[in-house]
Nanobody
Framework: QVQLVESGGGFVQAGGSLRLSCTAS????????MGWNRQFPGKARELVAA???????YAPNSLKDRVTISRDVAKNTVYLQMNSVKPEDSAVYYC???????????????WGKGITVTVSS
């Protein structure tokens, strides 16, 4: 089992920056990557950024100029930095740990409880 705890959400002024943290605990043996997703009301979750165990990062084209994902391996913590935030970035942000199916066979991803970010104009 893996537990994920997010922190750093809250209110942010438009044009500013936000930094979210996600600390993982438990058995990380079968985790291949960690990431941040977000969910708008009535919409499906969408990927914001991800980082693999090898340190490779990914963000969709629509966000890659504004987001940076990083990690502190010693602390089992992944960080999301988003710059030039906009009111439309307001959402619930979820940390996830991706199950390594190739390595460990069938399994499911782990998710944090989510943290609300509200960007005020």
């Amino acid at each position: 089992q893996v537990q994920l705890v997010e922190s750093g959400g809250g209110f942010v002024q438009a044009g500013g920056s936000l930094r979210l943290s996600c600390t993982a605990s438990g058995d990380m043996t079968c985790i291949s990557a960690m990431g941040w997703n977000r969910q708008f009301p009535g919409k499906a979750r969408e990927l914001v950024a991800a980082i693999t165990n090898n340190g490779n990062t990914y963000a969709p084209n629509s966000l890659k100029d504004r987001v940076t994902i990083s990690r502190d391996v010693a602390k089992n913590t992944v960080y999301l930095q988003m710059n030039s935030v906009k009111p439309e970035d307001s959402a619930v942000y979820y940390c996830n740990a991706e199950w390594a199916t190739t390595l460990c066979g069938y399994g499911t991803d782990y998710w944090g409880k989510g943290i609300t970010v509200t960007v005020s104009s």
